[in-house]
């Protein structure tokens, strides 16, 4: 499904804040795929997805999605392919836009002139209602009235309305609270496996790479360091996590928000 | 003074607070829509009037609405070009396209003053038909609300398409249009394009109305427009996009009510724009200045030794 070959990506060339962000990595994602991702603070792992996404060109390698090679494609572009979400809250959503409006910007159907229509209207407030929040009977109100969590759940159905052929999930949950975060990750995960989406997520919470998803990558100086799935994954605790990375690294995990449980 | 001298007052005020309206609506469209300041609009609005004059001269009243349009349109064109393709600050690429415009302007009028006393135009047009009627004496303000009537419905119907809602985005939240599938660069070429067409006509409606074009008829347009749609921002910020459109036409009208009114008491009209300048500031300064009270009041209690420690 997604395939990267030898790509690089230094910020600042040439410069003393020259940074290696990612370098020769290569990758290959299968169909139907849920891959959580972990690795320290400057891993790589954002960059990877600005990478996959094309927030920027990469230095050098090639991008391929669905067997179309992306490497060039503009982001925009990119991104009726590619759904992605967020820490920040703020970014997946247009605050003064209506719950109705942002979900319709989103599913992009009809012509370009055209208002949303009545069976659109109809969709999304089954959707929203599906989420059993309460949301369905707030769809005329703007979504800079809703709370980081529901902007989340919001930008997350978004970005799932047109099945993506690949969804980008940044630390997605990191800035909820905990219950919502609970809540929100539950969410993706059964719209991941209803849809049988493709799915990347990063995140910080070691329990969750290990129970979510069918393979996990551990990223480190901009490499995956580490790709697990199958039996071996499903064998391995959160220690062997911990040691595996001491292992390929040779130094501790010093990502400061590491939740262990 | 008397009834009729009041009506005459109200009757001016709301005509060329209405003229003025497309303007506002203009930047309705590009400042809070878009959220781009674009200083061009002086210059647009005297281009407007400058097409419109020319091509009303020539004998075509009504092609010189479209004509005042589809040159406020290619003047966006331009000032959305240099922002999005040719990586100019949009600030910067207003008030280069408003200083180009200035000859532009000249250039189109021949010289810096226009006179259309003896110009058929849309206003003349409107009066030949009504006469006899009851609006016999109203046919100005006919033929602007016929306008401005059609460009609030344009906006409120063309803000809710698929089109309008990405130009709406790319104003509301860049970050998450750059990840989305909307191209910034065609929002915001379209979105500035219609707002100068708007720009254009109101130019041109005011010089079909006044009957002439000077090349300053469009200097302070931008702040005079602002203050309009701040203070319609006042009664109609917070609602539906048809609210905040018509909103921005009252607004219009207020302020051109007010500098009627001010007129009567003596002020004297050059003050117009300053006045203009300081409702801006005040509207944009005063949510500002009201967010940094609270930590104004709690040094003054410092120092008045009265605070907690």
New interface residues.
């Given amino acids: 499904m997604l395939k990267l070959t030898h790509i690089s990506k230094t910020f600042n060339p040439g410069t003393v804040n020259e940074k290696r962000a990612i370098s020769d990595l290569s990758l290959h994602v299968n169909k139907g795929d849920f891959i959580t991702i972990i690795g320290s603070n400057g891993a790589g792992k954002s960059t990877l997805f600005n990478a996959i ?1 094309g ?1 920027f060109l990469t230095d050098s390698g090639r991008i391929e999605l669905d067997g179309q090679d992306i490497t060039l494609m ?4 990119r ?2 392919q590619i759904g ?1 979400l ?1 820490q920040d809250t ?8 209506t719950i109705e ?1 942002n979900l ?3 599913a ?9 229509s009545k069976a659109d209207k109809k969709l999304f407030r089954e959707k929203l209602a599906e989420l059993q929040m309460g949301l369905e009977d707030r769809m005329k109100q703007p979504v800079g009235l809703l709370s980081g969590g529901q902007r989340q759940v919001i930008a997350l159905l978004m970005s799932t309305l047109t099945t993506p052929k690949l969804l980008l999930l940044d630390e997605h949950t990191a800035a909820l609270d905990p219950a919502t975060a609970e809540k929100v990750l539950a969410l993706t995960e059964s719209i991941v496996n209803e849809r049988k989406l493709t799915c990347m997520m990063i995140t910080h919470n070691m329990e969750s790479a290990l129970k979510l998803g069918n393979r996990t990558f551990m990223m480190e100086n901009g490499n995956i360091v580490l790709d697990v799935a199958g039996e071996k994954r499903s064998g391995l605790t959160v220690d062997d996590l911990l040691d595996e990375f001491r292992k390929v690294s040779g130094h501790r995990l010093d990502n400061d928000r590491i939740l262990l449980s | 003074m008397d009834f009729n001298s009041v009506m005459s007052l109200l009757q001016t005020a709301l005509e060329l607070g209405l003229i003025g309206s497309l303007t506002v609506l203009s930047l309705f469209l590009s400042y809070s829509m878009l959220n781009v300041c674009d200083l061009s609009t002086d210059g647009c609005f005297t281009l407007g009037a400058a097409v419109g004059g020319v091509v009303a001269i020539s004998g075509h009243p009504i092609l010189a609405i479209f004509a005042a349009m589809g040159a406020g349109m290619l003047s966006g064109l331009v000032v959305s070009f240099l922002q999005t393709k040719m990586g100019i600050d949009s600030l910067l690429a207003g008030i280069i396209v408003n200083t180009a415009l200035y000859s532009v302007n000249i250039a189109v009028m021949g010289s810096s003053l226009l006179n259309m006393n003896k110009t058929e135009t849309v206003f003349t047009m409107m009066q030949g038909w009504l006469k006899g009627t009851f609006l016999e004496n109203q046919y100005k303000l006919v033929v602007i609300l016929i306008f401005v009537t059609l460009a609030v419905v344009f906006l409120a ?2 803000l ?4 309008g ?2 130009i ?2 790319t104003g ?2 860049p ?10 660069v065609i929002t915001t070429i379209i979105g500035l394009c219609l707002s100068n067409a708007l720009t254009g006509l109101s130019g041109c409606l005011l010089a079909q109305s006044q009957k002439s074009v000077n090349i300053d008829i469009g200097s302070g347009m931008v702040t005079i427009a602002l203050a309009s749609l701040l203070i319609g921002n006042a009664f109609f910020g917070r609602g539906s996009i048809t609210k905040r459109a018509i909103g921005a036409v009252v607004g219009a009208f207020v302020f051109r009510l007010v500098y009627t009114i001010a007129l009567r008491f003596n002020m004297p009209a050059f003050m117009l724009k300053l006045v203009s300048s300081v409702i801006v500031i005040i509207a944009i300064a005063g949510p500002y200045l009201r967010s940094r009270l609270p930590i104004l009041q709690r040094k003054l209690q410092l120092k008045s030794g009265k605070g907690d420690k």
């Fill in positions: 996404a927030s503009a982001e925009h572009v991104s009726r992605r967020f703020r970014v997946g959503t247009a605050p003064g836009m409006e319709a910007l989103s992009g159907r009809g012509g370009w002139l055209s208002p949303i | 119907v063309f809710r398409t698929r089109l809602l990405a709406r985005a509301d939240n970050a998450m249009v750059k990840s989305s599938s909307i191209n910034p």
